[in-house]
């Protein structure tokens, strides 16, 4: 059973940066979808950027391209989401998330079955 721990969340200000990890223990394939995603209090869950881990794809939402990079060590089971130029709209909850899925376009959290417990991120 696969478990995410995340770390790397904080305050910062505008135009700052945080880089986001989300280790991964258990018994993984490497050959599925890895993912951000992040939620404002009030808001639906939505995809920030994902992976695939077979070729190394990656896929941005449309507020986060360019400032955002989603990346994986695959021998340190680690994923990793490094944010740059924050904005005050990115402040939200974050998570890592996997899926047995090797579709990984759309963002959508759908597919994805294990979460890990979240990092807040705060841009003011």
């Not at 507020?63 to 402040?91: C, H, W």
């Amino acid at each position: 059973h696969v478990q995410l721990v995340e770390s790397g969340g904080g305050s910062v200000q505008a135009g700052g940066s945080l880089n986001l990890s989300c280790a991964a223990t258990g018994k993984t394939n490497v050959l599925n979808c890895m993912g951000w995603f992040r939620q404002a209090p009030g808001k639906e869950r939505e995809g920030v950027a994902t992976i695939y881990t077979g070729d190394f794809s990656t896929y941005y939402a449309n507020s986060v391209r360019g400032r955002f990079t989603i990346s994986q060590d695959r021998a340190k089971s680690t994923l990793y989401l490094q944010m740059n130029n924050l904005k005050p709209e990115d402040t939200a909850m974050y998570y890592c998330a996997s899926s047995p899925y090797q579709a990984c376009s759309d963002l959508s959290t759908s597919r994805y079955d294990t979460w890990s417990q979240g990092t807040q991120v705060t841009v003011s």
